[in-house]
């Protein structure tokens, strides 16, 4: 398990002379964590907004909402699974 070894590391140290990425320091545990924990969050967060109706975000849009605006106060609170927020939408 040293950070000298591993294909990643030889591989940026032939092809731009980067020095090895130790998966022990801080930035190599966060990717390691993010790597871990994407599927998970992407498997929970699909089935929310996958049920979600679109015509919510449609109608934001065509009120003149840009893309943030319609992410902060129309998708986002869409997927809050708590009971006072589907009052909101």
């Known amino acids: 398990m040293s950070p000298q070894i591993g294909l990643l ?9 980067v ?12 990717l390691v964590q993010t790597l871990h924990l994407t599927p ?4 929970l967060l699909a089935g929310i907004f996958g049920a ?12 003149g909402a ?4 319609v992410l902060r106060t ?3 609170p869409a997927g809050d699974p708590r009971p006072e927020s589907r009052r909101r939408c």
Do not use: C, K
Not at 19 to 30: C, Q, T, V
Not at 52 to 63: K, N
């Open 9 to 17: 590391n030889h591989l940026m140290q032939a092809l731009f002379g």
């Open 19 to 30: 020095r090895p990425f130790s998966i022990y320091s801080l930035p190599g545990m966060i």
């Open 40 to 43: 998970l969050a992407f498997g």
């Open 52 to 63: 979600m109706d679109a015509t919510l975000e449609e109608s934001a849009r065509a009120s």
């Open 66 to 69: 840009n893309s943030w605006q």
């Open 74 to 76: 129309v998708t986002i």
